[in-house]
């Protein structure tokens, strides 16, 4: 399918369930796939930093791009993280997301390499010339350390480079920046990674988000995203808040044993085990499994967020 | 070959030459082998952060790896670079290391993902149990941002998962507790990645080099480390002062145009382009080639040095 | 005067004027003071960083108390910036600040040295019991280089440590988290210091702002305030968006000549003094002040937003 | 006195002793720079880091110097810190340690305040020109979170500005940069205080060290020292290998309680108090102390190194 040339909604960046011998599981793979369309998601997001895309080979990337390209079968366009170190290796990517049947490639700035505005510029504009599809920008600086700010992106989208930004930056100034200076731009989607502030994102302009807790709860982000385009401020805040009382989860996993990654993406594997969604909560190496425990922990978020029947 | 138990000298990290379209240009980085071998080090790194390596797609990284062992055909050792975000994706590159025959791979910590020093020891030993070969650890805080310290590396050298260690943190206090640590062990080997200060960790007990400049300049990084083996430490002094001047070239680049991997790697292959070694100085994108002023002082440079006929 | 339970409205961080030769021009603060108030202020925050409080001495600071405290003469509430490295010292400048009759102090983590949460956390707590008076934590990781997150503000609040939050962090979600979880505390004070997303501060349930372009148009950001309070958010945003453009001129300083305070700051003062309320745009320094071309693009954006006659 | 033009040898920043109750323990510190002379230091400098200066208010400071000024009574030299954020506050210090009668003073970049490399220049001028003493930079960016480089260092060196630097970058490679570029000064002097690699240092042409932990053990540096200055490099490494070992102290303290700088001057205070040079350990707030167990590690650190009777 084309992407509209604004993509609103929710657009959940897709978590990548595992077996217990790190292989994609494909069928806890499309179950999730069911229960995000389910959930009323407009787009999917697949190979974003939820799904662990910095864990995966390429060929489990590979995996991912087709099981969900097919099982969506057109019904919802779905974007594709081409996440790596530099320009031609992200071609490299975009070639395979293609050729997949993707919908639209999200780019970040360049990393592990020290890096120069110009330089970021100028990966871009090569990506998307690669790539022959919508091209978003992916703004990262807590992963790839270095900001795409403001006025690249508005260069940018005025050169018809970029399709629109994902803004995972936690930089709301600049991201209201962002809105304004494309409020005339007939073909550029703004969408928000921040989970905590949708109803403020939204309220500023953006067009939609990619909530990694819309894994756990699509539906609770669905209803955020329509109450706001309805104007519904209130109602939108009042689920945004229950929301934020939710991603709590993340915090489960004892940070003298594991990184905030496998804390955070390990509570939202285990609530989508909880949920019966996807078989099993493994997660690619390197990272730390919760625990007992922790896991204890994120069942009873699930209660109090009556996510568990 | 095998890897001696103590690898010594001089291993530069190779250049990788490519063509003006952005392929490895073979005769070139077979010629740039002979310079080095003919300047008398002792081993080659090829895929480290001087060959581009984050810029490089697999089937670059093929081609290097390829042709660098084919070409050397067991004269030397090679160690290869497997840089990449996390553990089954450097797992990947280990077995096309392997498989190009390799006598050991140098691996970071994970990077763009948040890490954690539990995962930084898992990571380890999971590339090493799947590598069955030589692993030393690549500590570069500039591009993983995190640190792999010397606490972490001796447990690791003692529990036999590491080799060795490649330092281009610039934290010489770090090395040196790694190298007293280490005196008592038999097969470990710590190569510092500091070109500026080379006779200051050979000094320390370190073992080796892996310098950047001495792609332009092998005979000088040998003769540095022949007079430290012998004692002659004065003369190792001046001919590292001689180097440090040298390296001023790496500065060249008009910072407001490229950032200084650019400058510097730019720098390194106007050199060699100079010299007679390689075709041309292209680098991978998205980096900012040197401009023709910026040559001319790469130029003055390497007369300065009499590095020119 | 008393503070309130409930801090609210726009509390600006006073800029300093001073003189030619670098002391507090205390004519031309009073009348800052008296624009200030004319604006609509709910209270003053004198010696923050927008007053360039890291520049001045202490006798500076003195005078700034002294002047302001005086002129205001209980009009309403002014909290002073207690700014320094660490406790002993911050509690000296308690001293000072309580003496000249302020109505509340504000904290930041302790910086230069190297600290700890359980460090911060004995900070606060001597720096309270010093004080008796309330106490806001300034969260501005951006200059201290930690952050005072969520955690450990609810705790101090809870333990009757904390009076109110200033979070210049830009980090909105945990902002909200504090929001949300303060929200049964009866005398507990939030304030935002991001000029350009006061309405999405206010809409999470935020009491104040402190706005550093609050100097330049104080009507604005009350405008901005009382149409949230009434709860006319449309109007509320489009105060904000013509704001954000305001700000702007924060950029006008040529990053190759100066740093962003030198502009930020310098382009505040510039325009004060273009709209005749103080008497020159000299910063403390080591800043850069503004040239002529930089001062005249100060002038547009006034011009733009109907700030000079 | 007046200072040398290249002063030499070990200058230990002093620790400042403190009561109970948090005042300067005047009895211990002359105590201390007793213990310091006897070991046969050849300048002191107090208020820098290890002397907690951040954590001392400015009735501490002068209390230290006029202590410590008095006590040496022109002994030897004595350079003091005048730390603070910017150029004003800054100043206020010197005219504090000129009065004193301090031999010099030593000044980092401004910090708190975002600064940029034009400012750090005209901050060392200002400082420098109202000094009307010899003026040290110091380079410290784990405190100031900027770095004062080679380039900048060398250009006010060559204007007179100033009289030397003292390097705690823990970059070696750029103070072999400035080593290299002073050379031909004749009034330059370059001292560091990474005391893990003063060999190097002095190897590569430093003129002298600022050791931390030269508090607890002057002799040791000393020793090392002159077996440098005698040639005698095998013996100079031999001791600062034992060094080396003896700073492993500075860790005992647990990560989970305290930071690093409570850590590492809790164990320098515990082990002069060990050592029965001061009267207590006792820090500024809000450092945290070390507990029981941890001092008796410190105690275990100063038997194996032969330093408790």
């Given at each position: 399918?084309?992407?509209?040339s604004?993509?609103t909604?929710?657009?959940?960046?897709v978590c990548?369930?595992?077996?217990?011998?790190?292989e994609?599981d494909t069928?806890?793979?499309?179950?999730?796939?069911?229960?995000?369309?389910?959930?009323?998601?407009?787009?999917?997001?697949?190979?974003?930093?939820?799904?662990e895309v910095?864990?995966?080979p390429?060929?489990?990337?590979?995996?991912?791009?087709?099981?969900?390209?097919?099982?969506?079968?057109?019904?919802?366009?779905?974007?594709?993280?081409?996440?790596d170190t530099a320009?031609?290796?992200?071609?490299?990517?975009?070639?395979?997301?293609?050729a997949?049947?993707?919908d639209?490639?999200?780019v970040?700035a360049?990393?592990?390499?020290?890096?120069?505005?110009?330089?970021?510029?100028?990966?871009f504009?090569?990506?998307?010339?690669?790539?022959g599809?919508?091209?978003?920008?992916?703004?990262?600086?807590?992963?790839?350390?270095?900001?795409?700010?403001?006025?690249?992106?508005?260069q940018?989208a005025?050169d018809?480079?970029?399709?629109?930004?994902?803004?995972?930056?936690?930089?709301?100034g600049n991201?209201r920046?962002?809105?304004?200076?494309?409020?005339d731009?007939?073909?550029?989607?703004?969408?928000?990674?921040?989970?905590?502030t949708?109803?403020?994102?939204?309220?500023?302009?953006?067009?939609?988000?990619?909530?990694?807790?819309?894994?756990?709860?699509?539906?609770?982000?669905?209803?955020?995203f329509?109450?706001?385009?309805?104007?519904?401020?209130?109602?939108?805040?009042?689920?945004?808040?229950?929301?934020?009382?939710?991603?709590?989860?993340?915090?489960?996993?004892?940070?003298?044993?594991?990184?905030?990654s496998?804390s955070?993406?390990?509570?939202?594997?285990?609530a989508?085990?909880?949920r019966?969604?996807?078989?099993?909560?493994?997660m690619?190496p390197?990272?730390?499994?919760?625990n007992?425990?922790e896991?204890?922990q994120?069942?009873?978020?699930?209660i109090t967020?009556?996510?568990?029947?």
């Amino acid at each position: 399918m084309t992407l509209p040339s604004r993509l609103t909604g929710v657009i959940p960046p897709v978590c990548t369930p595992l077996t217990p011998d790190h292989e994609v599981d494909t069928a806890s793979l499309t179950a999730l796939v069911d229960h995000l369309i389910d959930g009323g998601v407009s787009g999917l997001f697949v190979l974003g930093s939820t799904s662990e895309v910095a864990y995966l080979p390429d060929g489990h990337r590979k995996v991912v791009l087709d099981t969900v390209v097919g099982h969506v079968a057109g019904r919802l366009p779905v974007l594709a993280g081409v996440i790596d170190t530099a320009t031609l290796r992200v071609i490299d990517h975009v070639r395979t997301a293609v050729a997949a049947g993707v919908d639209g490639i999200v780019v970040t700035a360049p990393f592990y390499t020290r890096t120069h505005p110009a330089e970021i510029d100028k990966h871009f504009r090569m990506v998307a010339a690669a790539a022959g599809l919508p091209v978003f920008a992916y703004d990262l600086p807590v992963s790839v350390h270095s900001k795409v700010g403001a006025d690249l992106v508005l260069q940018l989208a005025a050169d018809g480079v970029l399709a629109g930004l994902k803004d995972s930056s936690g930089d709301e100034g600049n991201l209201r920046n962002v809105i304004l200076g494309a409020r005339d731009l007939t073909a550029f989607s703004i969408l928000t990674g921040s989970e905590l502030t949708v109803d403020n994102a939204l309220w500023m302009g953006a067009d939609g988000v990619v909530p990694g807790l819309g894994n756990v709860d699509p539906h609770g982000y669905v209803k955020l995203f329509k109450h706001a385009a309805a104007g519904e401020w209130e109602a939108a805040r009042t689920e945004q808040e229950r929301l934020v009382r939710l991603f709590e989860l993340i915090g489960v996993g004892d940070p003298a044993r594991m990184g905030p990654s496998s804390s955070a993406l390990g509570a939202f594997k285990a609530a989508l085990q909880l949920r019966g969604v996807i078989e099993n909560a493994m997660m690619a190496p390197p990272q730390i499994p919760l625990n007992t425990d922790e896991i204890a922990q994120v069942e009873k978020h699930l209660i109090t967020a009556n996510l568990l029947a």
